[in-house]
């Protein structure tokens, strides 16, 4: 059985700056956002990898490398998975930014999955 693992992006500046992000490459990872990647590598350590998909973007790749922690893994790019376009709200306070395609605002939805 092929088994697909569903990965975000470790905390990044923008995150930790609570903007929207969408230009590449973008911020990298915090001191915390590296953390939480080398905690994914810890979790992932015994998975066995055939390919990884990322964005474009730095933070992206950046958790990718340090999950991945040096195992022989081709990596595929798809700009496709970069983040939207928000144009001029673009590195604007995220609060700032409307919910995209009708679906609801992140801050509400992850409140609920609590």
Do not use: K, W, Y
């Amino acid at each position: 059985m092929e088994t697909l693992i569903l990965v975000r992006h470790a905390f990044a500046g923008s995150n930790r700056d609570g903007n929207a992000s969408c230009a590449v490459p973008g911020e990298g990872l915090t001191p915390d956002g590296i953390e939480q990647a080398r905690a994914l590598a810890r979790l992932l350590s015994a998975e066995e990898i055939a390919v990884a998909v990322t964005s474009r973007l730095a933070r992206t790749q950046e958790t990718l490398a340090i999950a991945l922690d040096g195992r022989d893994v081709p990596v595929v790019v798809v700009p496709e998975l970069d983040e939207i376009d928000f144009g001029a709200l673009c590195r604007r306070a995220a609060r700032h930014v409307p919910s995209m395609g009708g679906g609801t605002a992140a801050r509400p939805a992850s409140a609920r999955g609590r």
